[in-house]
């Protein structure tokens, strides 16, 4: 008992150590050059910060309804060498399924 006490008290002066004051460079050391287009030099605080784009929002919409693509100009064409053929945009449905099709599934059943 009085191992995992000692232990204890040694984990949390460990942990307190780090905290004893604001970050500052070394003697001798500056801190990274001002951005060009910064307003103002930026402190320890700033640089450790994450912009928000490293670290993005999570989004939990859920689609409620799918909705046609819109065509992409940078769709390659098909290995044929013909132009993609241009969605229905009439049409919501997928592209017909060929039920006679030779291609097997994932767990080698025929569609």
């Excluded at 604001?22 to 050059?33: A, I, R, T």
């Excluded at 402190?43 to 819109?70: H, N």
Aim: glycine fraction near 6%.
């Amino acid at each position: 008992m009085r191992n995992i006490l000692l232990l204890a008290a040694a984990c949390a002066a460990l942990a307190a150590c780090g905290t004893t004051g604001p970050l500052k460079p070394e003697k001798g050391e500056s801190l990274p050059v001002k951005p060009a287009l910064a307003d103002r030099q930026p402190d320890a605080d700033d640089l450790l910060t994450p912009p928000p784009y490293a670290r993005p929002e999570r989004i939990d919409e859920l689609v409620k309804r799918s909705t046609p693509r819109e065509p992409d100009r940078f769709d390659l064409p098909p290995p044929e060498g013909g132009a993609a053929p241009e969605p229905d945009p009439a049409s919501d449905v997928d592209d017909p399924v060929d039920q006679d099709s030779d291609i097997e599934g994932p767990e080698g059943a025929s569609r």
